[in-house]
Nanobody, 124 residues
Framework: QVQLVESGGGLVQAEGSLKLSCAAF????????MGWFRQAPGKEREFVAG????????DYAESVKGRFTISRDNAKNSVYLQMKSLKPEDTAVYYC?????????????????WGQGTQVTVSS
């Protein structure tokens, strides 16, 4: 049984920062590739960032490179998304997800467990 629970979303002004957290419940978290995705109203869910099981390898969407940082703490079964220099176009529901694979990928279909999402709203 795998459960993912996101937290940390909220309302922030443009150029502000937020840190999202995802608590994972299930065995062998330190073997999982994890990802963050987002979905804005009327748009498809899109990849934001991914991280390898040990945390050494990360991957980012071009739109967030240099502004967002994904990290994990395997001792706490948690993955994080630090977001800086937020823009109104970053407004979306953010989801964490577990990959089916042992390397980071971008398609949503490559991820088999999802959290319920946390809303991030960036005002201009």
């Amino acid at each position: 049984q795998v459960q993912l629970v996101e937290s940390g979303g909220g309302l922030v002004q443009a150029e502000g920062s937020l840190k999202l957290s995802c608590a994972a419940f299930g065995r062998l978290f330190n073997n999982w590739v994890m990802g963050w995705f987002r979905q804005a109203p009327g748009k498809e869910r899109e990849f934001v960032a991914g991280i390898s099981p040990g945390g050494a390898v990360t991957d980012y969407a071009e739109s967030v490179k240099g502004r967002f940082t994904i990290s994990r703490d395997n001792a706490k079964n948690s993955v994080y998304l630090q977001m800086k220099s937020l823009k109104p176009e970053d407004t979306a529901v953010y989801y964490c997800a577990r990959s089916r694979y042992t390397y980071t990928t971008t398609p949503t279909t490559d991820y088999d467990y999802w959290g319920q999402g946390t809303q991030v709203t960036v005002s201009s």
